[in-house]
């Protein structure tokens, strides 16, 4: 008869839960960084005090809206440090901290419990580590969704009463003013400048003619940097400010969540508040700006007409566009536009605009003349790899399916381990066995989704090369339709050498005024 010794349980000791906490004051009291600061303390001496607790942070974002995650940068290291596997468990005081939109929230509590971690909200008592919480989660995470719309609403209707009233409503000066508590104060230095700026519009000059020239002086913008953009010059000649008028509600939050600034284009009430703070430059002189800005626009307008090179043409020293430029001799030349700014800015010299018509031609009349030793070999690769395609396009369904099933037993398996019902050593071995086999189909679906992207290269190499076979012999203008869908772009390497990069990957360099390579 078969003997049965009974193996008593052994007593071990459990691991140490790695919890941290996640905090926020969003409130705009006197009192906010008390309550941030208390909060860290209390978290820390808590977690400190349970336990088999193991601290692993305190991320804390301090008078920030809770509205939208990305713009929380502690909330945001706090998920980077779940994704490496650091934490356990979180500990936050209420949903609303943790977010006010439902979506957001639901969203990360529901990639948390994937990575295996839980999270406990003190004031709903709420803990993902059940797995019947999701409704309540959901349920809370709505109501702090309405409490922030609330909250937004109230604030717009303050701000509403206070613009009707004429009261004076800005967070930031405008470039010629420093604000003194609610009141804006002419900036003596700064006045000067707007003053220029006025006075060299009236004469004729553009807004861009007017930046160059304070960048090339050195004057620091309203920002504090030394280059001046033309939009920065034009803000100053249309900004009502400068007359000592304010318009009040240029933008306006949208109504539903989440709360997106747009420009106020008759959408909303505006209130034009006269003489609401002293003026920099004369009502005429404003008004004459104002004028000469609707003259130029309507010729623009009816002249306009973008260039063949026009957003094509990228530096390859610092990566900006190349703008189009008249020289004094009579040509006209293409320069990186942080090089128009300020030579020292960029050390990529110009460029001649017909050297880049010939590099075109010559470029082109390659690709006619040597089509098959160019072009053929891409064209069998996008053949052969059609049929692999082909072949793998079941297999990639049954691939997604079964990287699903692999992430599903993993959370299952945490949420025992987190539950107590497995013990360490299974829960480690079972886990790395599932990761395993992640990794490998992972891998797989990496190398799929590179042959799908090759694919997508191939058919814009075939597009290319049907442009090649049926364009003229020869190329003596360049129709406009015809040069984008052949060139994606214009890499400028030197002012004697570019590259261009046509669809499907093709790279072909020309040496500018000579023999291409």
């Not at 206070?162 to 230095?189: N, Q």
């Not at 700064?190 to 090339?216: C, H, M, N, P």
């Not at 920065?232 to 509600?249: A, F, M, R």
């Amino acid at each position: 008869m078969a003997t049965v010794k009974v193996i008593p349980p052994r007593t071990k000791r459990p691991e140490r839960l790695r919890v941290a906490a996640y905090c926020r004051v969003s409130s705009d009291s006197a009192d906010q960084l008390h309550s941030y600061a208390t909060q860290i303390r209390s978290y820390t001496e808590y977690i400190s005090q349970q336990d088999g607790w193991e601290l692993v942070d305190i991320y804390a974002d301090e008078g920030l809206t809770g509205t939208r995650i990305e713009q929380r940068t502690e909330f945001q290291r706090m998920m980077a440090d779940c994704r490496r596997g650091k934490i356990d468990r979180i500990l936050v005081k209420s949903i609303s901290r943790f977010s006010r939109n439902t979506k957001d929230c639901l969203t990360a509590l529901r990639e948390l419990a994937k990575l295996g971690v839980t999270v406990k909200f003190e004031k709903e008592n709420i803990d993902t580590g059940t797995l019947t919480t999701e409704l309540m989660v959901s349920v809370s995470g709505s109501l702090a969704q309405q409490e922030s719309i609330s909250i937004s609403q109230n604030q717009r209707m303050s701000y509403q009463r206070r613009m009707a009233k004429g009261e004076f409503i800005t967070c930031h000066a405008p470039y010629g003013y420093t604000l003194c508590g609610k009141e804006l104060r002419i900036d003596p230095e700064q006045a000067k400048t707007v003053q220029w700026i006025f006075g060299q519009y009236l004469a004729g000059w553009s807004s861009r003619k007017i930046a160059d020239e304070l960048t090339r002086k050195g004057v620091p913008s309203g920002a504090g940097n030394e280059a001046w953009s033309y939009n920065s010059v034009q803000y100053i000649l249309k900004n009502e400010k400068n007359v000592g008028d304010t318009l009040c509600q240029k933008t306006y939050s949208m109504d539903c969540f989440p709360f997106v600034r747009k420009e106020n284009s008759g959408q909303r009430e505006q209130y034009y508040v006269e003489n609401s703070h002293p003026g920099i430059v004369s009502r005429e002189d404003f008004a004459r700006v104002q004028e000469l800005f609707k003259r130029r626009a309507e010729n623009k307008t009816r002249s306009y007409r973008p260039h063949l090179f026009s957003r094509k043409i990228i530096c390859g020293k610092c990566g900006s566009i190349f703008t189009r430029r008249s020289t004094a001799s009579g040509h006209t030349c293409w320069v990186c536009r942080n090089h128009d700014k300020k030579s020292s800015f960029c050390e990529m010299g110009r460029i001649k605009e017909r050297c880049l018509y010939e590099a075109f031609q010559r470029m082109y009349q390659k690709l006619k003349c040597h089509e098959k030793e160019i072009l053929e070999p891409a064209q069998k690769q996008l053949h052969d790899l059609d049929e692999a395609l082909k072949q793998a396009d079941p297999m990639q369904k049954k691939l997604y399916q079964e990287i699903a099933e692999l992430m599903e037993k993993n959370y299952k398996l945490s949420k025992l381990y987190t539950s107590d019902l497995l013990d360490a050593d299974a829960y480690i071995a079972r886990s790395n066995e599932i990761s395993a086999k992640l990794s490998k189909l992972q891998e797989q679906r990496k190398q799929n989704q590179r042959s799908q992207i090759i694919w997508e290269k191939m058919e814009s190499l075939r597009k290319v090369a049907e442009l090649i076979q049926d364009g003229p012999e020869m190329i003596e203008e360049i129709e406009e339709q015809f040069f984008n869908s052949l060139v994606e772009k214009i890499v400028a390497e030197t002012p004697q050498r570019i590259r261009f990069c046509l669809p499907g990957g093709i790279e072909l360099t020309e040496q500018l005024g000579g023999i291409g390579r």
